[in-house]
């Protein structure tokens, strides 16, 4: 077997890598049910509503307090099915769902001026919608239910509860759903018409994933899409270990101890403190449709978080309209102030899990390997050009929800930083919105950008004169926002990470001044 045709598996256990064929990686998981939605789907929901088709999933649901008919399904933080995001100008009024114009998370978005070039893009993308992962409190929830339901043990459900009687846990875990397989072949095909351009047909590129199965079938459905079915023609998987003891920046956790200690619990304490705000009501109005069964505020939180989870899985879900307009703002914020603490700049390990995915950009912007490092970059890996090249004009990472809100708090997006009370009300013009930056299928593309001058900082979409005096310059756009360099000193990774100071912070060079976020200032657009 030749090495064109392998899937790179590496780990840094012996400072050694290892290449396994693909079939010696997978290995089974518990799949869900297959859906019946033909069956299930009890639409068009009364006579008053017009039928609107399955496109695949059932999302035309009648939520009470939906005034303008927006969708519940992109307020469900990182459980929600992708989609472009709608980042909000400004909103007075709390429940107001659409807004006409776009920010770009506060920039102003404006097309690329004439002269300009894209020479280079950095895919940074998070898997497609998948199964809760194993020992999640909502699979835990849902499999005591469906046990007391079996053993007729929970009494009996009426009203809008009353589909409980006859109701089973029917999810998987873990692995990749038929939407989540369509949410990353369709990324492809997107960033195909976007980036297509830069792929050198003479090469063959590396890309980059984990070892888990939905890491690795995402980066293979993006592939399809991007180049085909017969993708294995122009680009090789790296697959980096995902698990203890093995230093991996597309899962920077598993070497920040801290990450994972109660001394980054912040974000999930402060959930659960608006969790038992925000669904007093509805654990009032459920319980007296369960009279045999004990609801708790976790019990109905967790009913709430089945809705995306049987959604994706099945096409429908009767979760959903449990539930009021209003109460899935909530929900969404309750996922931004877990992840404010746990990831974002709230979080006292955030920047240090995302630092080593800094490091190997500026690494590939500046054109050398890795030779040192004080974060979890993968030497093995990143100080050899086989498996961290330096000339491609494509690169293709995939990483996960947290890990990605990581990265962007490494880069010093500091827009994302505010704090979030968990006493609420949401604030619905915040930026950190995370069904806005990490839904299931979420992107980030980092582009360079070669510039004949420096472009004007203060320029409009209408400008006359794009550019002001100067020399040719180069800039880093994120299709999210402004970008501020980072350091591993600001980090501070050993420290963040396992408790104690390195005696010698490692701090790499600054890139050249970047001005970024001036244009398509939108992240996940697609």
Known sequence: MSLSTVLFLASIAFGQAA?????????PTQTGAAPFLAATNPAPFGTTRSFVANAPLETALP??????????????????????NPEYASCNDRKCPVIDEPSGFGV???????????????????????????????????????????????????GALSF????????????LVPVGRQELFDSGVLHYYDYGHLYNTSTKIIARTTTQDRMLKSAEYFMAGFFGLEWTNNATLELIIEQQNFNNSL????????????????????????????????????QALSPGFKLNVSDVYNMQTLCPYET?????????DLFTYEEWQDFEYSIDLSFAGNNYFQSPTGRAVGIGYVEEILARLQHHVLTTTGTQANLTLDGNERTFPLNQTLYFDFSHDTNMAAILTAFGLTQFAPVLPSSGPPAPNRSLIVSHLQPFG?????????????????RTAASTNAYSQGPATSYIHFIINQVQNASLAQAQYDYSCN??????????????PRRSGWWRGRDLRG
């Not at 290449?19 to 290995?27: F, G, I």
């Not at 005034?67 to 472009?84: D, E, K, R």
């Not at 009687?165 to 998987?172: A, C, D, E, P």
Request: hydrophobic residues 40%; charged residues 10%; glycine residues 10%.
């Open 312 to 320: 994706v899985a099945f096409g429908y879900s009767a979760f959903c």
């Open 19 to 27: 290449y396994l064929d693909k079939k010696e990686v997978t290995r």
């Open 251 to 286: 899962a920077g956790y598993f070497q920040c101890n801290n990450s994972n200690a109660a001394v980054n619990a912040g974000g999930n304490n402060a959930s659960m403190v608006w969790e038992n705000v925000y669904l007093q009501n509805a654990t009032k109005r459920l």
């Open 164 to 175: 409980l009687n006859s109701w089973s846990y029917k999810l998987g875990s873990e692995i």
């Open 499 to 512: 408790g104690y100071v390195l005696h010698s912070i490692i701090s790499f060079p600054r890139v050249a």
């Open 442 to 458: 979420a992107r980030v593309d980092i582009e360079i950008i070669s510039a004949p001058q420096p472009v004007a900082a203060n």
């Open 63 to 84: 939520i009470v307090g939906n005034a303008q008919n927006a969708s519940i399904f992109q307020l469900m933080g990182q459980v929600s099915p992708y989609f472009p």
């Open 108 to 158: 102003q978005e404006m097309p690329l001026p004439p002269g300009a070039s894209i020479g280079q893009v950095h895919v940074l993308h998070r898997h497609g919608s998948r199964y809760p992962t194993s020992g999640a409190g909502v699979s835990k929830f849902g499999v005591a239910l469906a046990a007391q339901i079996k053993a007729g043990t929970a009494g009996n459900f009426t």
